[in-house]
């Protein structure tokens, strides 16, 4: 039995019910049409060929793996500038820090904010690695968009689809978390939502979703790997360290995420992890990070992968 409706079912979504002007541009698709909703420019059968995102310089996607590492927060200049030698040194391709952080206790450290943005720019002079940061709200968008190379939509804002259109509009390359809770169609129309406002540059990033299981953070679902890689053109990478919330965890599910085909990682890297601010449990410190990044170079040579060492 179909369930289309017909055109006698009322609907709401119609010129004459919003009142808009007659001859109004009105482009919103009727819910009736589920080809038109759903998504269309993310979708590998619409664009075959694998996008390769552009950061400052930096390729997400592609043969070569994109290695993301940072300390969870942006907390002092030492602190930053030590992580971004460091991941230069040990063959990180992008800095990450987070200036605007979304704890869930409002009595935790939120992060530095403008002076925050400042030391990433900054440490991108230092280190020659382009600079990735999460922004929360318009004000954060524009202040980043000024500083960062690339804004990071995390977990907790994924459905948030005014921030989605605000990145979107900076023109600035996208770093997409999955939301917590999102299904792999939900994470795909928010990307959506990112290319349906003019940018292309997009990389959907696999964090961990919320499963029964208790012995981790979070569930890192690397089942949406190839998943993704087949239903979208867009790079996919993942985060161990938010996806297990255990710093012995964080290697060997870096190895599995690229096994699985991603095209990069994103690693928290603390110098001190004992006295990081944020997330230092789940964060590598720099030696772990140097193993983790030589053992990634031999994962990716089995898959057919490169590991570029350029800082080095
Ligand atoms: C982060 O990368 O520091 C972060 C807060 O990630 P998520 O949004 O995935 O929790
Ligand atoms: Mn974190």
């Given at each position: 039995m179909s369930h289309k409706p017909t055109s006698r079912v009322p609907d709401p979504l119609t010129e004459e019910h919003l009142?808009?002007?007659?001859?109004?541009?009105?482009?919103?698709?009727?819910?009736?049409?589920?080809?038109?909703?759903?998504?269309?420019?993310?979708?590998?059968?619409?664009?075959?060929?694998?996008?390769?995102?552009?950061?400052?310089?930096?390729?997400?996607?592609?043969?070569?793996?994109?290695?993301?590492?940072?300390?969870?927060?942006?907390?002092t200049p030492q602190q930053l500038i030590a992580a971004a030698e460091h991941a230069a040194a040990s063959g990180a391709h992008l800095l990450r820090g987070g200036a605007f952080k979304l704890r869930t206790s409002p009595y935790a450290f939120a992060g530095l904010g403008e002076a925050g943005l400042k030391l990433l720019s900054e440490a991108r002079k230092i280190s020659g690695l382009?600079?990735?940061?999460?922004?929360?709200?318009?004000?954060?968008?524009?202040?980043?968009?000024?500083?960062?190379?690339?804004l990071q939509i995390g977990t907790r804002?994924?459905?948030?689809?005014?921030?989605?259109?605000?990145?979107a509009a900076t023109g600035k390359p996208?770093?997409?978390?999955?939301?917590?809770?999102?299904?792999?169609?939900?994470?795909?129309?928010?990307?959506?939502?990112?290319?349906?406002?003019?940018n292309s540059q997009v990389v959907l990033c696999e964090r961990g979703i919320r499963t029964f299981s208790d012995f981790t953070r979070n569930t890192l679902d690397l089942n949406i790997v190839p998943a993704l890689k087949q239903m979208t053109?867009?790079?996919?990478?993942?985060?161990?360290?938010?996806?297990?919330?255990?710093?012995?965890?964080?290697?060997?599910?870096?190895?599995?995420?690229?096994?699985?085909?991603?095209?990069?990682?994103?690693?928290?890297?603390?110098?001190?992890?004992?006295?990081?601010?944020?997330?230092?449990?789940?964060?590598?410190?720099?030696d772990e990070f140097?193993?983790?990044?030589?053992?990634?170079?031999?994962?990716?040579?089995?898959?057919?992968r490169t590991v570029s060492r350029r800082g080095q």
């Open positions: 009142s808009l002007p007659a001859g109004s541009h009105f482009e919103v698709e009727r819910e009736s049409d589920s080809d038109k909703l759903a998504p269309v420019r993310v979708l590998r059968r619409n664009h075959p060929s694998d996008t390769i995102v552009a950061v400052r310089g930096v390729a997400v996607g592609g043969q070569e793996l994109a290695i993301v590492a940072g300390p969870c927060a942006v907390e382009p600079v990735v940061t999460e922004v929360v709200d318009e004000e954060s968008v524009l202040l980043a968009a000024a500083h960062v190379d690339m804002n994924m459905h948030n689809y005014v921030l989605l259109k605000q990145a996208i770093l997409l978390k999955r939301g917590m809770a999102a299904t792999m169609s939900e994470f795909l129309q928010a990307a959506e939502y990112i290319l349906a406002a003019g053109h867009l790079p996919v990478i993942t985060d161990p360290s938010h996806g297990t919330g255990r710093r012995d965890l964080v290697i060997p599910m870096a190895r599995a995420s690229v096994a699985a085909g991603a095209d990069g990682v994103l690693i928290e890297m603390h110098p001190d992890p004992e006295r990081a601010l944020s997330d230092g449990y789940q964060s590598l410190d720099p140097s193993e983790l990044v030589d053992s990634l170079a031999r994962v990716a040579s089995a898959v057919g």
